[in-house]
Every structure is written in C-alpha cells, then in structure tokens.
C-alpha cells in the first residue's frame, strides 16, 4: 500500500475511534469544519434542483402551453429550472448559501419551504432572509445552538449603552445597543427568563456612565437587589408616578439645553455638557396599567401611560431610553398600551402562553419572527426571538445570571449611581405625602 493511503487510512481509523470523539468535545466548531459540513454542503449541492423543484422554487421558461397541429396542448413544464446559488459556505455551526432569485420571484417561496430545506438538508433550521431585491440567503444550522447556555460572552461591551446579554443562534454575540434601537419591549410567561435578562442587562450597564431607574410595582422584589446602583426605584405606583414626572421635568430640562445649543441630540452637545444618559427599566408593567377600578388608581394609571408615552416619542435624542418588561401587552392594559407598544422599537418575546401574545410582541415588526416564536418551550428558559423595526429577526439566549452576580454588579458599581436630584427629591416628596395621609 502507498504511504499516503496508508496514512490516510491512520487517520480516517483515528478520527472514527477518538480523535472525533475528542474534536467534538473540545472544538466543535472544527469538528464541524472537518466532518459535517463536506457532507452537508455535498447533501445541498446533490438536492438542490429536486428540492426547489418541490417547493415551487423552481421556474420554467418554457410556456406550458404549445399549439400542435392546430390544437393547444396544455402540460406540464418540462423543464423546471432551480434559481442560481452560491456553493455552500460553511459557518462555525452550520452553512450558508446566496440564491439568486429569477426576474419576478420573491423571497416568499423561500420563508415558506425554510422547514423543508431543513428536512432535506437534515439540519436543524434554515433561516431565510433577503437582504436585497433578487437575493436570498439562507442559513442552516446544524444543531440547536441554543440548546444549553453555553459560555457567558466576553462580558462588559465597551460601547457606552450597548449591553452583551447573551447569544444568538448564528454564533454571534447578542448585543442591545440603546444608541441603535433606543427602546425595548420584552415579554415572556412566568419562568420563561425576562427577569434573567433584565439581570443580565443591568449586570452590563452597571460599569457604563449611565443612569439606570427602576420601576417595580411587585414591591421592588425583582429590581430591589439592584438598588445600590439606581439612581432611583419605585416600588408601586405612587412611586413610579413620582419618578416618571420627575424624568419628564428632566426631558424638557434636555430639550431646553438642546434648543439653546442648536442642536437636536444630546449626542451632538459638547461632552462636557451632555446630561447623562438615563434608561428607565420597567417591571411587569401590568402591575403598572391594572387597577381596582377605583378613580383615583385609574387616573395614576393613565398619567403613568401618558408618562412613559412621551418618554418613548421623545426621549431617544435627549437619552432617555425605555425598557418596558411584562408577561403580556394586551389591550386589557388599557389603551395607553398600543401606543406605547407601536414606541418600542425593539422586541424580545420569550416563550408566552398564547399565540395572541407572541403576534402583539412581534407580529407588527416580523410575522415570522411571531410564529417561531410560539415553538419556544418550556424547557427552552431564556430562549428568546428577537426582533427590531430595523427589520430582521433571530433566536438568541440570554447569559444566565444569578441573584449573587447582579447583586454582586450592583454593589460594585454602587458609586457609578449618578445623582439625579430631581429623582430623589420627587420620591422624598412622595413619602412625605404618604406618611401625611
Ligand atoms: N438564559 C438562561 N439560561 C438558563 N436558564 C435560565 C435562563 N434564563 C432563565 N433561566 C432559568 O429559568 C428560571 C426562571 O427565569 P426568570 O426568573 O428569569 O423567569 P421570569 O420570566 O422572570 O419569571 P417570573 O415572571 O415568574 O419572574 C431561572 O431561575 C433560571 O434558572
């Protein structure tokens, strides 16, 4: 035998007995690279023409009707010709590949047959996206790889207001960036993870020179372990009323500053007199909007929505930033909700417990992004869709935190608090009534 062959046999022998077996473990990604992704790209290549022909990928140039001797046959096409696409580039878990589509196809066949190629390619998930007219990409992913929370991502992201909160399922680092999307919604059912990354979230803005306010009408129990690093918390509703009138005052204060300067951003003044960057993070907001019924609940209600409505038009060029978290956004939380909804650029739905509730979250910003995220189970804790109006969605799971690291965060960072005296003043003033009354 040739010592090449010989040694090729070594190693196949090797690789079949352990070395794989190593590989797998260690880097998976090479693992990859080496033995699945030659037999994937060869499993997309060999069924590609059957595959788009399948699923009504296919066009035919040639017309399905013919006149012979006088008389129109109508048939079949002969000849379905599959749309152009790139050779399969592979990924670090999976593959992805540029189809380009025939004059007067869209990109809707495709979201359509995702599962499909899926099936056929015997992967995980093919996500479908087009990022210019003609043009589809699809990426495949081998194995779920969100099935476990894997490493955390390199922790504190140096750009000020962007948090690293965890992974998205194309390998990359799931990033909220606050300068980008300035507002976000995320709703989940109990035990589904918003409170994991609310956590984790305010585990990577506690370093930045921000401003981080809560509002936590549970009695605090869920933002309380942050309160070192709050400039400000309110626990029911008097509180958040308080607090939220406060940071209105504070929003015109910007304005004015912004007008005098001529200016139309707080990012466009001088560092020097920049106010602070402030993001408000709210906590079940139900608790918020739903009331007894009683007059005076329902208008500390309604001057809540009211309150944070105007945060949400206003507030992305003066640094005022919204994180709104709860288990639904329905229109039985009044009807301030649609409207602040339709402010929140940015979404995560966690798993919920009705369909209605993933459309409400995603459904105005990504239909699709909507449907998967109904497949998330209960097993799948901190699994999220997440989606922004920049358009695009994609499946990430948030770094799981504990109490002990964002308490830790929190007491840290204690002294990075900055003092915003109209905050702490409004809740004063706020005591002081209640213990009068
Ligand atoms: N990213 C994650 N990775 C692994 N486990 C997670 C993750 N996120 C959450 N979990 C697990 O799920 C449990 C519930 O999460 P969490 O408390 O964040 O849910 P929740 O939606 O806030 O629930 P509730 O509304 O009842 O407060 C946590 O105790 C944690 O063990």
């Known amino acids: ?13 090797a690789w079949r007995f352990r070395l794989g077996r190593i590989v797998r473990e260690r880097r998976p990604a090479w693992y990859w690279y080496l033995s699945g992704y030659p037999v994937a790209a060869v499993r997309v ?16 140039h040639k017309p399905t009707r013919a006149v012979l001797g006088g008389l129109a046959v109508k048939g079949e096409a ?12 592979p990924t670090p878990n999976g593959l992805s590949v540029v189809v380009r589509l025939h004059p007067g196809q869209t990109p809707v066949p495709f979201l359509a047959a995702a599962d499909a190629l899926a099936h056929a390619w015997r992967m995980f998930a093919v996500r479908v996206t087009s990022p210019e007219r003609g043009v589809v990409h699809l ?22 207001l962007t948090a690293l909160v965890g992974w998205l399922e194309n390998g990359q680092a799931w990033l909220m960036d606050f300068r980008r999307v300035p507002h976000w919604l995320i709703v989940g059912a109990t035990r589904s993870g918003k409170s994991t990354l609310l956590a984790r979230l305010i585990t990577e803005l506690a370093p930045h020179p921000v401003a981080l306010v809560g509002i936590d009408c549970k009695g605090g129990m869920e933002l309380g372990i942050f309160a070192p690093r709050l400039s400000a918390l309110g626990t029911n509703r008097r ?13 015109q204060r910007r304005m ?6 001529g200016v139309r951003s707080i990012w466009d003044l001088p560092e020097d007199q920049r106010p602070i960057p402030v993001v408000v993070i709210v906590d079940e907001i139900a608790e918020l909007f739903l009331t007894s019924g009683s007059r005076e609940e329902k208008a500390e209600a309604e001057q809540c929505s009211t309150y944070l409505l105007r945060i949400a038009q206003l507030g992305a060029a003066l640094g005022l930033h919204l994180v709104i978290a709860g288990q639904r956004v329905g229109s039985d939380l009044g009807p301030g909700i649609t409207a602040l909804r339709a402010q929140l650029g940015g979404r995560v739905c966690h798993r919920v417990n009705d369909p209605g509730t993933a459309e409400m979250t995603l459904g105005d910003i990504n239909k699709d992004a909507a449907i998967v995220a109904q497949s998330i189970t209960p097993e799948e804790r901190g699994v999220a869709v997440t989606a922004s109006e920049e358009g695009g969605w994609v499946r990430g799971r948030s770094h799981l935190t504990t109490v002990a690291d964002a308490k830790d965060a929190a007491a840290r960072y204690a002294d990075m608090a900055p003092n915003l005296p109209g905050l702490r003043r409004a809740l004063e003033v706020n005591d002081g009534e209640e213990g009068t009354a």
């Not at 290549?45 to 035919?60: F, G």
């Not at 509180?239 to 929003?251: H, R």
């Not at 004015?256 to 300067?261: E, L, S």
Request: hydrophobic share 55%; proline share 9%; with cysteine.
């Open 1 to 13: 035998m040739e010592p090449i062959v010989l040694a090729l046999v070594l190693i196949l022998l």
């Open 45 to 60: 290549l060999a069924s590609w023409r059957k595959v788009s022909q399948l699923n009504d990928l296919s066009v035919t």
């Open 78 to 89: 002969l000849r379905p010709i599959a749309p152009r696409f790139s050779f399969p580039r």
């Open 139 to 160: 990426v495949a992913t081998a194995a779920d790889p969100l099935a476990n929370s894997g490493t955390a991502p390199p922790s504190a992201s140096a750009s000020l």
């Open 239 to 251: 509180e958040a009323l308080a607090v939220l009138s406060a940071l209105v005052v504070d929003m």
């Open 256 to 261: 004015h500053t912004c007008r005098f300067a």
